[in-house]
């Protein structure tokens, strides 16, 4: 169970529901880990600041992440947390291992604007 | 532009110490960071040495009751947010995030910490998370019965082989001297692990991919002749860099290796400046000693505002 304020996914049929219901979603899946922890922060404070897009997390050892790590953008994946960038239901960005809080704003600037 | 009494930039233990001191004593602070609160406490699984607490607590845990113990008393925080520019002298102090936000203060704390170093080669930045890494506990699965390089002979560079050797099938370390920097019963289980060689003297140049390995370009930093070895990933452990790059055009007093030179009230060479945590220099790097050094900071803040 991943320790954080983020609201998170636990089942494949959340995850479909909410990138079929909502246009821009972000999704981090790791543990608590020192690479996913800075990443789930920086979800937790983005998410005051982006209002239009969805923040979650997912526990990377749930069976139900298997709908993330079987995407092809994580197949060449090798470094905790993966985080996905979902617009109108399809995956427009995919990264690994930890990233700045510059570099997620970056990726939202480039795949929600 | 905005005003407070106190601008801490970075939100580790030391400036979440030094906030929450300077916030008590009526003092408006803002506390100013690139990421979220907790500084490199966060990601520590536990922490069992910091006093006042039986049982070892989660890093993550320990840094969010810091942050939250700050809120509590007035702290303002502005986190995720870079200092684009910054301006530090004895009569005047702003700083600029990259919101285009501007603020003013009389004092200024900077508690920026220290980062893992980066080698800063061609490729490291472009296969992390898919054939480079950092981190031997988060991705070190990932290289089950795999071939893997491991950068760096200290301290951190033995200890997360020992964690790798537990899932990977060889590692071969490359490191820029021929002896191991190591505390020796560390290195002494990495090197007898029959699973491990070394390649003393070399250093990385840069990283390529070459199909589904990693290939690895390094120089013997004696003969200055380049090899290319391939393996399946890449673990780098080269110790630690002060966050003071963002200081480079202020005229604040820096080691040569980039840690803040202060007196032993945490002052800098600009009045008004203070400096405390892992960015300052000293011997020692530890959360005690970060908060401590908050503390420290503050109180002598706390006594110039008063006077």
Redesign the interface.
Known sequence: MLQTNLEHIESEEQLKELIENNEKVAVCCGRMGPMCIPVYGIFEILQGNYPDIQFRDMDFDIPSAAIIKGLPECQKFFGLPFTIYYRNGKVVKATSSIQSAKEVKIVIDEVFA | MQKYDVIIIGAGPAGLAAAIYTSRAALSTLVVD?????GQV????HVANYPGFVEPI????LAGNMREQAEKYGTKFK????VTALHLSDQEKWAEL?NEDKYTAEFVIIATGSSPRLLNIPGEKDY????????A???GE??KDKDIFVIGGGNSAMEESLLLLQFVKSITVIHQFDKLQAEKITADKVTTNPKVDILWSHEPRAFYKKENKMVVEAENLKTHKRIRLERD?IFIFVGLVPNSAFLKNVPIQLTKYGYIITGPQMETNIRGVYAAGDVRDKRHRQITIAVGDGTTAALEVIKHNLN
């Open positions: 690139e990421s979220s609160a907790g966060k990601t520590t699984y989660a890093g993550h845990e986190l995720a947010a870079d990259d992390k998370g898919s054939g480079v890494s950092y981190c506990t988060c991705d990932f290289y990933g």
